[in-house]
């Protein structure tokens, strides 16, 4: 069974900081991508940033220069450092991750998401 865990949500007031941590286990041959998404009241999920392996992280431009996501592929686990937070950062943050299994295709998978509120 192959879980991605996130923790690190949570509660904070405009201009501060957080981090997000997401960290993929089960029999995993390997991860070509990771990324955070995220999902408020009535609105779309979007993208917030993402990075392949080998490649340049890609961000949202809303999140451009506050967030900043890394990935270490040998414990395939994902953080995003969320700088001079904003109120309509307000939303539930999902991590994404591409992998497979060996001998398995690419598939997608999803955490179950954590709670980001940035107060007034």
């Known amino acids: 069974q192959i879980q991605l865990v996130e923790s690190g949500g949570g509660l904070v007031q405009t201009g501060g900081s957080l981090r997000l941590s997401c960290a993929a286990s089960g029999s995993i041959f390997s991860v070509n991508m990771m990324g955070w998404f995220r999902q408020s009241p009535g609105k779309q999920r979007e993208l917030v940033a993402m990075?392949?392996?080998?490649?340049?992280?890609e961000y949202a431009d809303s999140v451009k220069g506050r967030f900043t996501i890394s990935m270490i592929n040998h414990n395939n686990t994902v953080t995003l450092q969320m700088n001079n937070l904003k109120p309509e950062d307000t939303a539930v943050y999902f991590c994404n991750a591409n992998l497979r299994q060996e001998s398995g295709p690419w598939q997608p998978v999803w955490g179950q998401g954590t709670q980001v509120t940035v107060s007034a």
């Open positions: 990075v392949w392996t080998g490649m340049s992280p």
